[in-house]
């Protein structure tokens, strides 16, 4: 049965096998982690988390000394983490700045705003909001009550959201002079997108994913990188409830239309339960399979007749998307 609801994070979804002992130091075990199998103590369990994040970004090279990096807050659980990881490895070798985007949904990201801005001020992380309506000239909701309701075919709310939210992180990315654009995207996430686009037979979008974004560097394009990207969900919930950090997770968004997602998150979850290990054995296979084709796979860059922002195609999609909404 599929659950057609936000992912959970319950405190009850992480725990140690009955009286299990931490594998590096013999104390109490607070977490075990099936696929090793192994338990630990809760500053072991940190301290591996943060050096799995570590290693990620040396073996990817995804971020070096002195580069400005923004990440991207929802406000939620994997990009609380990340500013929070980001901000302890890097702040004394590089710049960070959180960004936050408000899509205009009453009710929803006021919460989550609060939240994450109160993390950034402990943190001494300087915090910039912008908004769907000082961006584009309308909020999400007024394009999802205004447009999207009376006529579906114009395409899912969150398919509006996640290109316009992407032009925004670009773009500030590129005002601020970024290097580097965080995101939170975590295990789960990323074997979902993988086994999504294998099913829709999207090799575009397939080829685009992994710790760094893309294919290739691209001009005027802040490189988008994803540093949880080997941390599975539950894992993110354990570290913030040890560690006592706040992150928003009341409700999910009321325009969410995730079902397709709903379904491979359920079957990964399934098979990560009889089969441990599997949400990292995609990872891999996949980032094998990427270094092997990408240089095969060639990349047009062009400017858009509108904004003149750079596309794939002569007209980007949030042209595309806004101009659909005017006809
Ligand atoms: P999602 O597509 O909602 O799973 O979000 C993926 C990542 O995008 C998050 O981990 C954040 O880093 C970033 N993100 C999502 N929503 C926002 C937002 N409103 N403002 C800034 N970053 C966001
Ligand atoms: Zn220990
Ligand atoms: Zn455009």
Redesign the pocket.
Known sequence: MVKLSCVSTKKTHFKAKKSGKCLKCSKKAIITLPYGPQSFCKEHFMYLTEKRVKKTIRQHNLIKRKERLL????G?K??TL?LYLINKIFRKSNEIYA?????GIPGY?NKALAIAIKNAQNWNVPFSVVSFKEEFGLSMHEIAEKFLKKNPSLGTACSFC?VL?RRI?NSFARKINANKL????NLD?ETQSILMNIFDNNFNKFIRLGPKSGIKEMPDFVPRIKPLIEIPEKEIVAYLYLHNIKFYDLECCPYSSEAKRNHFRSMLNSFEESFPGTKHSILRFYLKLKSCIKNNVTEKANYCKYCNEITSSDICNVCRKLNSLKK
């Open positions: 990440v991207a807050v929802s939620g994997d990009s990340a960004l936050m985007i408000d899509e990201r996640g939210r992180m965080i995101t939170g995207h996430d």
